[in-house]
Each structure stands twice: as C-alpha cells, then as structure tokens.
C-alpha cells in the first residue's frame, strides 16, 4: 500500500503549466512489507521460546531482543547505544538508534516498548508495534530516504512495570535535547487480533500533536480505512515526551476494551469481543495477529514518517 507524501509542484502561468524548477521528484513513503514485520515477529517468538516463554524485563528474553534488533540496525548502518537502568532489583534496556543525517537540532523520534509481560511472549504487545518500527527504519537505509530532519527510533525497557524505560530516557535528556525532539510517535499494539484503527486524540497533549493527529488520519484515509481517535492517557510510552511538552501521536488497534456493533460494522471483526482476548496473557503468541492490521499500520507508520521528517 503504497502512500504518497508530496507531488512535484507546478505552475501555470497565462494558461500554460509548467514544471516548478525547484520542486521535488514525487516523494512515496515505501510499502512496508508485512512478511518482513512478521518474520521480525517470528524472532520475538522464537527469543521467548528459548528463554522460558518470555521477553520481560530483568528476563534474559529482554537483553536477547535488544541484541538482536541492535544487530538489525547496526548492519543497517544505524548509530545505535543501549542505555541501562535499573528497576525492581533487575537491570532494564533502552535501545537508542540514530538514522545518519538530518537537522540534529529538529528531530523526530518514533518508538514503543520492547517488553513483554512475565505471562507471555508479548507477541502483540508490544512485538507488533516493536517489528513495525523496526522494519520501517530498515527501509529507510533499503530506500536511501534522505530526510531534513534527524530521526531517532527508541525501543523501551520495563514498559510494562509503569513506562519505567521511556521515562527513564526522557528524565536523562537536558533541557536543550528535549527541546530538539519536535515530534514523538509511539506504536504499542498495532496487529490485534480483532483490530480497531485507533489514532491517539491530540486534545490535552502538548501544541502540534494536532497535526501529528491528523497526518496519522490521513495515512489510513489514503488506504480507505476508517479511523477514531482514542484517549490512551498515560497508559504508553508516549507520556513522558507530552510531560516535557514534546508533540506526541500514534496508533492503537485496541487491547483489553470489547469491540461494539458499530465498530464491527465499522471495521469488520467480532462484536462483544475483546480486541486482543489474550492482552497480557500467555495466548500473546505468533497466532494472535491480525496480519491486514498490522500491514495497514505499518504502512501508516512509513507515511507519517516520511511527512513529518521530510
């Protein structure tokens, strides 16, 4: 599903159209293949099967899931440092990627947490959202996307013991490089396995979440999928960066809330059910995702990408 971004200008002068001379090429943001997020997904799972069935925070599943993405993006060319913390008696892990290039004083970040829960493999949550960063920061090396601004991608630690991770990441920024990150995008849980297409609500978050707001929105209207927009508070890892007054936005395709009639009219799926039945639960596997949602924001995750930093 291929999204455009930006047209080559044009001018028309006395009835006649002429090319701008200083516009841009067509600019896509690439389709994101959802084979590759789902072998990265794969990986997940197979890190928690070799390490006592999950991915959890101070758990040897967790440091093996930093390393393997760290090896993903330092081949890819990425400059990449893990930052360690401590909670709960056990040692956590950021994992910080920086793309090469772009305006080091305006970046955009983009992230979601790496952890599972201690239950399960956390294959949905968060390795959906985690895969799909992911593998839209190997594109855009695959791509050679040559963005104005800096992007920096953060997969968080302890997410699920209370945003300890991405708190810990923001708390060590000076005042100065908070100031520098102008747009911070947060995927947890986008492939649920009786999706919603939720977007996060820009309303009480920091000045220009709106328009993170709405290029999210706009990426799913240029697929023909309907959106609403969801209120997800302080329960991700966007809280930190919106405490800092840093613009925040995402997608959310639904956890432990039960799916209505008008949204299974809306979307497809099972009314009266929960959007992820197995949410925090061993079930978390390979087999709890829905591959079109987690494709169509995958998709809308390059879109946005490629719009905000271009």
């Not at 968080?156 to 747009?183: M, P």
Request: net charge neutral.
């Amino acid at each position: 599903m291929r999204i455009l971004i930006a047209l080559a200008a044009a001018l028309t002068v006395a009835g006649t159209t002429t090319a701008h001379a200083a516009a841009p090429a067509a600019l896509a943001a690439p389709n994101i293949s959802v084979a590759n997020v789902q072998s990265h997904l794969t990986q997940f799972q197979s890190i928690a099967n070799a390490n006592g069935g999950n991915r959890a925070h101070g758990r040897p599943g967790y440091l093996a899931s930093v390393n393997w993405v760290k090896g993903k993006l330092d081949a890819a060319g990425f400059t990449t440092r893990v930052q360690s913390f401590t909670n709960g008696g056990a040692t956590g892990y950021n994992l910080i990627a920086d793309y090469p290039g772009g305006d080091a004083n305006n970046v955009v970040m983009l992230g979601g947490h790496l952890d599972s829960v201690t239950a399960g493999p956390g294959i949905n949550d968060n390795g959906s959202g985690s895969a799909s960063i992911l593998e839209v920061a190997l594109q855009m090396k695959a791509t050679g996307f040559q963005p104005t601004k800096h992007v920096r991608f953060g997969w968080w630690g302890a997410e699920e013991r209370g945003l300890v991770g991405s708190t810990f990441y923001v708390n060590s920024l000076s005042t100065t490089d908070k100031s520098k990150i102008k747009a911070y995008l947060n995927f947890d849980m986008t492939g649920s396995p009786n999706p919603g297409y939720f977007v996060y609500s820009a309303s009480g978050q920091p000045s220009g979440s709106l328009e993170l707001q709405q290029r999210l929105q706009a990426g799913f209207t240029a697929i023909n999928v309907q959106t609403e927009l969801t209120s997800v508070g302080g329960r991700s890892d966007h809280a930190a960066f919106a405490r800092s007054g840093i613009p925040v936005g995402g997608t959310f395709t639904g956890a432990e809330g039960t799916k209505t009639s008008a949204q299974a009219q809306k979307w497809g799926g099972t009314a009266g059910q929960a959007f992820d039945r197995c949410y925090h639960a061993s079930c978390d596997t390979s087999s709890n995702i829905n591959t079109t949602a987690l494709d169509r924001n995958a998709d809308v995750i390059a879109s946005t990408l490629w719009a905000t930093a271009a």
